[in-house]
């Protein structure tokens, strides 16, 4: 799920609230659906998926710093 501008005119998969191009909207490229920005329920998983990838990232840099710390230091 992601935040973008909408491309073109639909309607909200779960409210049916329109969506106009230009628009600021949700879209979860893995079903090909949008969801209006007021949508509470795309708004949490757009936070969730963020908080996901968030500590992802953390945890890979994290790793690669401990990696590279013995490498450099031989152990």
């Known amino acids: 799920m992601e935040k973008i501008t909408a491309k073109f005119n639909s309607k909200c998969k779960s409210t049916g609230l329109l969506l106009r191009k ?3 909207i949700f879209y979860d ?8 920005i007021t949508d509470q329920l795309a ?3 757009y ?3 963020i908080d996901t990838n968030t500590s992802n990232f953390i945890a890979a840099q994290e ?3 401990f990696d590279n710390f013995c490498q450099n230091n031989n152990i």
């Open 22 to 24: 230009g628009d600021q």
């Open 63 to 65: 790793e690669a710093y």
């Open 47 to 49: 936070n969730d998926s």
């Open 43 to 45: 708004a949490k998983r």
């Open 29 to 36: 490229r893995q079903n090909k659906q949008a969801y209006h």
